[in-house]
């Protein structure tokens, strides 16, 4: 599929971030500053192996590869078509100023990192 990072045996999608609201995920392109946490979602594509343990972290960080400084493990649902999931989750924000920093999911396999994608998060004055 056209836009989307190879993960092998995966294929990812870059992350989104928002609200939910009755669950259902809105994307924004500001997070409010007196938000609790920031919402972020992504979709991922293909069959990971039987029995094979996927994972998702989502992080915010002053920079793509810089330290974490909020983080949430996702929970990963199944959609109705066979070889796409959604990862979703809450990442703590309160205690970040505002301003830009990196989004960013890390997608394991059995624990060994098999894709990483990023997004820009905008907090808001």
Known sequence: MPGLTDASPMQLNAPAFGGAEQGTFRPALLVDRGAEDV??????????????GLAVQFEVAATPDGPALASARATILATRDADRRVATTAIPIRSLAAGDYAGRAIVTLNGKTIGRVWRTVRKTN
């Not at 919402?39 to 094979?52: D, Q, R, S, V, W």
Request: glycine residues 14%.
């Open 39 to 52: 919402t972020a979602y992504m979709e991922i594509y293909g069959t990971p192996p039987a029995g094979a």
